[in-house]
């Protein structure tokens, strides 16, 4: 195995000292230019590599951000991911992306390891933990960028990054109202969602400016995939024929519902009209295509990015409570 080449190996080649290659591989001043491009010349000859660990030590930063989802499969968070990698890499900085399968024992164990990584700030998405647990542990980070989830109070070093919810339900409730729908059921996603009590709000708050009456019986917790949305779509619709739209916690959500009523006959939209959230790929390709709340996900990520990065430059006028309205995109899932 050859022997990796380290700084005194460039040093020595190029004729410089420890620091003039220090200064090289770091783009600092105190050289000139022609033996900059020298050292690092000699240093890409080499293979040589500057130490990730003594680059850490030195300038007390990881150039890493940590990222963590609850569900790396689904397409809503891995657009976010895309959107705050992109530009992570142009600023130079690595993203180290944990996973937490909804499950709030993991997640535990993932803040805990972004701790220990050092990493410079954190990304959070959706996360589970009640608030006093979170608080405690975004304390621990330099900074912080929760998506999709509130402070009680704002903190200098933490910023949020929010869809707004009702909105987007309301918005799916006036198109059902206008379409002449009565009986609206929800698939709420999961109990422990913040997300999910939003849209509920909003959806309630909807129904009730449509003179719509509100059944507790059509609203339906489940988990927030395809195999969710279709067990608790079965659950509603089997045996009654009065619900005639419903609203889905997100797109998967969604396609588990069409899959329901297909299994049970019934026709989509005739019969019953369904919108989800999120508008992922998926939702223009599906048959029949999807009708949804279209959120641009690559822009959460890339603004958690962004006030990342003001942050770390000292910029005073951050805007640390910011939210992107959702837009409802019409397609064969619902009528006209």
Known sequence: MN???????????AGVSLMSVSRAMNNRPGLSEETRKKILSIADQLGYRPSGVARALATKRSSTVGLMMPDVTNPFFSQIAKGAEDLAYAMGYNIFLVNTDEDIKREIKALHSLFEKQVDGVILCSPRLPFDQLKKHIEHFQFTALINRELNSPRSDCVTININDAYGSALAIKHFSNQGHKKIAFLTGPEESISRERRLKGFIQ???????????????PCSPDTTGGYHAATALLSGRDDITAILSFNDLVAFGAIQACDELGKDIPNQVAVIGFDDIPLASIMKPKLSTLRTNKRELGHRAMQAFRAYTNGEENIIRQQTLEPTLILRESTLG
């Open 3 to 13: 022997k990796r080449p380290t700084i005194s190996d460039v040093a020595q080649a």
């Open 206 to 220: 909807a129904l009730e400016t449509h003179s719509i009456p509100y059944d507790e019986n059509l609203v339906l």
